[in-house]
């Protein structure tokens, strides 16, 4: 139980690197030290379960209004506003269409990204706790906790309804582990869960 408590979370995944960090050329590459950091196995089902409801309100967003409310970016306003240090009212007036319509069509561009970025990250998601799962059942298990405690007395056929059995109660604990989290955050965000039931049985 304490290993699935381990395996189940990674702390670590959720120290995000800054932009600057991200921009940086030399945080790019990666040190000899430096190992691959992954969401523990828990923490990808509840964030795959949290994308999903992203990705069901974006699309809500889209379909709507062309764009996504999380995304707060005005391009032409920016732009404009970024390269003139004085105000000047037949300045702003001039550029106040071409203003607003890069506001408009950069906001739309944006949103379809995020939105395909979204879908990314369930599908990414979905392949690496795949492969921690498939190693954890068919690996771990019996490496870690089956084959030392073996001797010549155990058959094959003990040593496959061993494996079994720990593979039940991995799931069992992961389900649980899994639903407490998920009812935790459904409790926390009753609103949110509510608005995209609505926009899905209006669909």
Same mark, same amino acid.
């Given at each position: 139980?304490?290993?699935?408590?381990?395996?189940?979370?990674?702390?670590?995944?959720?120290? +995000?690197?800054?932009?600057?960090?991200? *921009?940086?050329?030399?945080?790019? +590459?990666?040190?000899?030290?430096? /190992?691959?950091? /992954?969401?523990?196995?828990?923490?990808?089902?509840?964030?795959?379960?949290?994308?999903?409801? *992203? !990705? %069901?309100? %974006? $699309?809500?967003?889209?379909?709507?209004?062309?764009?996504?409310?999380?995304?707060?970016?005005?391009?032409?306003?920016?732009?404009?506003?970024?390269?003139?240090?004085?105000?000047?009212?037949?300045? /702003?007036?001039?550029?106040?269409?071409? $203003?607003?319509?890069?506001? $408009?069509?950069?906001?739309?561009?944006?949103?379809?990204?995020?939105? /395909?970025?979204?879908?990314?990250?369930?599908?990414?998601?979905?392949?690496?706790?795949?492969? +921690?799962? *498939?190693?954890?059942? &068919?690996?771990?298990?019996?490496?870690?906790?089956? %084959?030392?405690?073996?001797?010549?007395?155990?058959?094959?056929? %003990?040593?496959?309804?061993?494996?079994?059995?720990?593979?039940?109660?991995?799931?069992?604990?992961?389900?649980?582990?899994?639903?407490?989290?998920?009812?935790?955050?459904?409790?926390? &965000?009753?609103?949110? !869960?509510?608005?995209?039931?609505?926009?899905?049985?209006?669909?």
């Amino acid at each position: 139980m304490e290993y699935l408590g381990t395996w189940s979370k990674n702390p670590a995944a959720y120290f +995000k690197k800054t932009f600057a960090q991200l *921009d940086d050329e030399k945080s790019l +590459k990666k040190t000899d030290e430096e /190992e691959e950091i /992954e969401v523990g196995f828990v923490d990808g089902l509840f964030e795959m379960y949290k994308l999903r409801c *992203d !990705i %069901a309100k %974006a $699309r809500a967003e889209l379909l709507a209004d062309s764009a996504m409310t999380t995304y707060h970016h005005k391009f032409g306003t920016y732009i404009f506003g970024n390269h003139i240090d004085y105000r000047s009212s037949w300045i /702003e007036s001039l550029i106040e269409p071409k $203003r607003l319509e890069l506001d $408009r069509i950069k906001k739309r561009e944006a949103s379809l990204i995020a939105y /395909e970025f979204l879908i990314l990250q369930h599908a990414t998601l979905k392949c690496i706790l795949e492969k +921690k799962y *498939d190693e954890l059942i &068919n690996v771990t298990i019996y490496d870690k906790f089956i %084959a030392p405690k073996l001797t010549r007395r155990h058959s094959q056929y %003990a040593i496959v309804a061993l494996t079994r059995s720990g593979a039940v109660l991995a799931n069992q604990e992961i389900l649980l582990a899994f639903t407490y989290r998920k009812n935790n955050w459904i409790k926390r &965000n009753i609103p949110y !869960i509510t608005v995209l039931l609505t926009r899905e049985n209006a669909e």
